[in-house]
């Protein structure tokens, strides 16, 4: 992955697509090569194979820097090797992820993934990712172990407010934290969704 990390992200998962995207280019080259060396002179056949060689290089190319990175931050989507796109999705952004297979793709290990993220980013359809139930299960653990993350971070910034409150004031904060941990075993069983998490917890922090 060429895109920098951020403080304390970790690589989770890098994920191309599948080797069958570079099987037709590859396949035609093959037989145009066939071809040349049967109806041409073999010192022209090679100079012609290896200029249309090009091709299958530069899909190659174009393979490998086309790629998948899950980090414990979020997505990243890169593609390009002459010229670059680079686009990355936040994990708290992802309204939710599935897969699909074909019957071929559950043979040799291909499908598509739909990342569905919040309403300013829209959805985007990933075509011919290798391995997609993994890319589809490392980002739904990501995204539990990041809100896992976040409460744990809110409970101990909450807890050294209260720490440095009078006594009155700490008893207060102290009522708060104890809703805030309902409100957190309540997510955690799924009693409640995240949206009705986030907005509970807005009105018990007063925003």
């Known amino acids: 992955m060429r895109t920098a990390l951020k403080k304390d992200e970790k690589i989770l998962i890098i994920i191309r697509q599948h080797w069958i ?8 080259w093959l037989m145009l090569a066939i071809l040349l060396l049967m109806f041409l002179k073999p010192g022209t056949a090679f100079i012609i194979i290896l200029i249309t060689a090009l091709y299958p290089g530069y899909e190659y190319i174009n393979w ?3 790629l998948w990175s899950v980090t414990n931050l979020r997505v990243v989507d890169e593609s390009g090797f002459f010229t670059r796109f680079s686009k990355e999705s936040p994990l708290d952004k992802i309204n939710n992820v599935e897969y699909t297979q074909s019957l071929w793709g559950r ?3 291909f499908g598509n993934v739909d990342i569905q993220t919040a309403a300013e980013m829209g959805e985007t359809t990933y075509n011919l990712i290798h391995h997609p ?3 589809k299960d ?6 539990e172990e990041y809100k896992k ?4 971070s809110q409970a101990s910034q909450l807890a050294e407010a209260i720490a440095r409150s009078t006594p009155l004031q700490a008893q207060s904060q102290q009522l708060v934290a104890d809703e805030l941990q309902k409100l957190f075993d309540l997510l955690q069983k799924g009693a409640i969704t995240q949206d009705e998490y986030v907005i509970q917890k807005n009105k018990l922090m007063g925003k």
């Not at 995207?21 to 035609?28: G, N, R, S, T, V």
Request: net charge positive.
């Open 107 to 109: 043979i040799f290990g």
């Open 149 to 152: 993350t976040a409460i744990a």
């Open 64 to 66: 490998k820097y086309n």
């Open 138 to 143: 490392t980002i739904t653990h990501a995204q």
């Open 21 to 28: 995207k570079l099987a037709l280019p590859i396949l035609a």
């Open 133 to 135: 139930k993994l890319l």
